[in-house]
């Protein structure tokens, strides 16, 4: 999520938490970046966060990490916002056949939510040009999924 705007800039999705998943939604997240953009990604203190492989990578793309402290979610807020919405507009409200149908309402979620879902004091969020550096948030979800967060500093 791009906490300037509060666009879901890339997801990954899987049946289960392995790493592979978060590095993809790294790539996709850092294929997002200019190349003078020089973010801070700020994450929890789950297992892949803190694996050499991947602070290896944000090491290569100049990304400082952040990480929250235990008990702390301030970091990750927004993303746990984004969560419980998703949950209450998409996830509980519908009955998904499989895997492959949970997959596509969360792609056709995120791009309702990006587009069209009016979101109060901001305009819709793909309509605000992408100018400033970013800053990357990341929280995996709790159901089948991670969602990729940019911010962009001033």
Known sequence: MDLFNGEIIAFETARRPVFKLVEGMLSKAL?????????????????????????????????????????NCLDNAAMESFFATLKSELFYPNR??????????IKDYIHYYNHQRIKLKRTEPCAIQNSVPCIITQQPSNFMGSVQSLRRVF
């Open 96 to 105: 998904f056949e499989g895997t492959q149908s949970l997959k596509n309402g």
């Open 31 to 71: 294929n997002q970046l200019g190349n003078n953009d020089k973010p801070i990604l700020h994450s929890d203190q789950e297992w892949h966060y803190q694996m050499p492989a991947y602070q290896q990578q944000l090491k290569k793309h100049g990304i400082q990490q952040s990480m929250s402290r235990k008990g």
